[in-house]
């Protein structure tokens, strides 16, 4: 089983858990998804502005090969929860100790995280 740790920049700090809520629904009901945990992450001030995150834990029960095609699948899937849910901005997923915005995973990236 792999853990997926993503990290979803909010466009502002209101109503964190209700969205939360929304985004793990929404990944809790797709057929790669084992099991999904989101919450919000404390808000910190960067420079002028608030940034406000919700940090998202996916497993998916699956390792290898199946594990990268799942991860492939879910690719997509995350980038549609940005344009379809009002609010999110950016996603950054964990690989290893860095984080790659969700746009510039690589085969690479997939690989390392069916490794992890």
Excluded: W
Aim: hydrophobic content about 45%; proline content about 3%; aromatic content about 0%.
């Amino acid at each position: 089983m792999a853990e997926v740790l993503l990290h979803f920049e909010m466009s502002d700090a209101q109503d964190l858990d209700g969205m939360a809520e929304l985004v793990e629904r929404r990944l809790s009901g797709l057929d790669m998804v084992n099991d999904v945990e989101a919450a919000p992450e404390e808000t910190r001030l960067t420079g002028l502005e608030i940034a406000a995150a919700i940090a998202v834990g996916i497993s998916i029960a699956k390792s290898g090969r199946e594990l990268v095609a799942e991860l492939r699948k879910l690719v997509p899937e995350i980038k549609g929860l940005i344009g379809d849910v009002k609010g999110l901005k950016n996603v950054v997923v964990e690989v290893g100790d860095r984080r790659v915005p969700v746009s510039e995973l690589t085969d690479q990236h997939l690989e390392e995280l069916g490794k992890g």
